[in-house]
């Protein structure tokens, strides 16, 4: 598959100035997803007291968007290839704005929901479409730094939602933590008819509908069914009913999947060791990750008594890492590699997870801010790299494929962390015949979902020694580690001969 844009000569490098513009456009999809995430999760108790609900029902709002990320996510790249990017991402903003209008003027739990579902179609195009367009015009030795020159603004997202989410839904209302989109959204929208060029696949491939249907009936039903199981919103017959038609229909799809040339989801893909790293070990990771932005908020504030503004201020603190990492992330990356890194990180980042569960309410604020904080930076930094080691050994051709693949994995990973975290906490109060959430029930639900995080660093081993070092820079690194040690040896070996020399002389 050739890919050319339609602006530009093929041989053509992008602009110094673009080549800052355009992973500003991607940041600023992902500065409205994540603050919208993070903005939900700190105002969730408010939004379900308002609407009539339980923050364990709301956590729909939460499954119910990334479900949706998942199951029209695979469309993104064909959509991308066949109508131009430019066009693909305005219009998905343009779709996210609609969703989050509909989420400020909801009056019911299913009105929410269907807005979040609405968000989640906007947003299943926005940031894999930014991120096509990203890998295409950055060089593979440059994608580390410029991996986090996208995320850097785009943090910016996770450290403010918090606060200004507590500080909206405390002094004013928390249907305007939706409306604050609006004006990010048309920036997005100029900015990208202003500055992305069309850029579309020369070879047209057919879309492949019927993989479409059955990736998204299998996703659909597998992650729907897992996230109200035990919340007794549906009977038990039809959970089970979904979990077993998602379960046949994904069967049904890998079968349908090698006998297409051009599947909706690639999973030939995954011959390749640092994308088989990146998919699997990367959704362990964010499955158990994935469930900190919505247990730490219901901690601090159904636990501890804690406001949504106060609880946002402490749990800021894990994205105020995150950013502090990203400015290291290229040169600790280059230093140790990703397969030494990736491993030892998982296991750190998943202890720093862990002591969340030692959080009581006579904890010190300070203490809990400076463990969010520094275990923001290592998750952060293992974020960067398995997002990053993902597209070491994937052509340009197969792109596409690989960024639709990676991202209906990535939102998988997150809305499943949610099920897991929401139910580690249901089980605890049903073992404990505990009726009320309080502090107590959320300990057990921290160290289950931190031991799935560290049990990724088992695949991340699995990866080649020099897995990415055409990426990371590493193997720049070693070649000069070993001509300064041949150097060195050389010298040595000179000294010596002078030394014997000078001996035969005396």
Same mark, same amino acid.
């Given at each position: 598959m050739i890919i050319r844009d339609s602006r530009l000569p093929h041989s053509s490098v992008m602009p110094v100035n673009k080549q800052r513009v355009i992973p500003l456009i991607v940041a600023t999809a992902l500065f409205m997803e994540n603050m919208d995430s993070t903005v939900i999760a700190t105002s969730l108790p408010a939004i379900a007291a308002d609407i009539g609900t339980s923050p364990l029902t709301l956590k729909l709002a939460i499954t119910s968007y990334l479900l949706s990320l998942a199951v029209f996510i695979p469309a993104s790249g064909w959509t991308a290839d066949h109508f131009g990017a430019r066009l693909v991402f305005a219009i998905a903003v343009g779709v996210f704005m609609v969703g989050s209008i509909g989420c400020a003027l909801s009056s019911s739990v299913h009105h929410f929901v269907l807005a979040r579902i609405l968000q989640g179609m906007g947003g299943a195009m926005m940031t894999p479409v930014g991120r096509l367009v990203l890998l295409r015009s950055v060089d593979k030795s440059a994608l580390v730094n410029a991996m986090a020159w996208v995320t850097i603004p785009a943090l910016i997202g996770p450290v403010i939602g918090p606060p200004l989410g507590g500080f909206i839904t405390t002094y004013a209302s928390w249907?305007?933590?939706?409306?604050?989109?609006?004006?990010?959204?048309?920036?997005?929208?100029?900015?990208?008819?202003?500055?992305?060029?069309?850029?579309?696949?020369?070879?047209?491939?057919?879309?492949?509908?019927?993989?479409?249907?059955?990736?998204?009936?299998?996703?659909?039903?597998?992650?729907?069914?897992?996230?109200?199981?035990?919340?007794?919103?549906?009977?038990?017959?039809?959970?089970?009913?979904?979990?077993?038609?998602g379960s046949i229909a994904m069967t049904l799809y890998v079968f349908h999947a090698r006998r297409t040339g051009s599947p909706v989801l690639d999973f030939s893909l995954l011959r390749l060791a640092t994308l088989r790293a990146s998919i699997i070990g990367g959704f362990m990771f964010r499955l158990g990750i994935g469930a900190l932005p919505f247990l730490l908020p219901l901690l601090m504030q159904i636990g501890f008594g804690l406001t949504p503004f106060e609880s946002?201020?402490?749990?800021?603190?894990?994205?105020?890492?995150?950013?502090?990492?990203?400015?290291?992330?290229?040169?600790?990356?280059?230093?140790?590699?990703?397969?030494?890194?990736?491993?030892?990180?998982?296991?750190?980042?998943?202890?720093?997870?862990?002591?969340?569960?030692?959080?009581?309410?006579?904890?010190?604020?300070?203490?809990?801010?400076?463990?969010?904080?520094?275990?923001?930076?290592?998750?952060?930094?293992?974020?960067?790299?398995?997002?990053?080691?993902?597209?070491?050994?994937? @052509?340009?051709?197969?792109?596409?494929? #690989?960024?639709?693949? !990676?991202? %209906?994995?990535?939102?998988? =990973?997150? /809305? *499943?962390?949610?099920?897991?975290?929401?139910?580690?906490?249901?089980?605890?109060?049903?073992?404990?015949?505990?009726? @009320?959430?309080?502090?107590?029930?959320? #300990?057990?639900?921290? !160290?289950? %979902?931190?031991?799935?995080? =560290?049990? /990724? *660093?088992?695949?991340?081993?699995?990866?080649?020694?020099?897995?990415?070092?055409?990426?990371?820079?590493?193997?720049?690194?070693?070649?000069?580690?070993?001509?300064?040690?041949a150097e060195a040896a050389v010298k040595a070996a000179s000294e010596t001969t002078g030394d014997a020399r000078d001996q035969r002389l005396g």
């Open positions: 249907h305007w933590i939706f409306l604050i989109n609006i004006p990010i959204g048309l920036l997005g929208i100029f900015m990208a008819l202003r500055f992305i060029d069309p850029i579309k696949s020369e070879t047209q491939e057919p879309f492949d509908l019927y993989g479409m249907v059955l990736a998204g009936i299998g996703l659909a039903g597998i992650a729907f069914g897992l996230s109200v199981a035990g919340l007794n919103l549906l009977p038990w017959s039809i959970v089970i009913a979904l979990i077993a038609s946002g201020l402490v749990t800021f603190a894990s994205s105020a890492g995150a950013m502090g990492m990203k400015t290291l992330a290229a040169r600790i990356i280059r230093t140790f590699g990703f397969r030494h890194l990736m491993t030892v990180n998982a296991v750190v980042s998943s202890f720093f997870l862990a002591a969340c569960a030692l959080f009581t309410a006579t904890t010190p604020l300070l203490l809990i801010m400076i463990i969010l904080v520094v275990g923001g930076f290592f998750r952060s930094l293992q974020f960067t790299a398995i997002n990053t080691v993902a597209y070491a050994e994937v @052509e340009n051709a197969q792109m596409s494929r #690989a960024t639709t693949l !990676v991202s %209906v994995n990535q939102q998988l =990973a997150i /809305s *499943a962390g949610v099920a897991v975290g929401a139910f580690s906490v249901e089980s605890t109060m049903w073992l404990g015949n505990v009726h @009320e959430l309080n502090a107590q029930v959320f #300990a057990p639900a921290f !160290v289950v %979902v931190a031991i799935l995080s =560290a049990a /990724s *660093a088992w695949f991340f081993w699995q990866m080649p020694d020099d897995a990415g070092h055409e990426i990371s820079g590493r193997k720049a690194v070693e070649i000069s580690s070993r001509k300064g040690a």
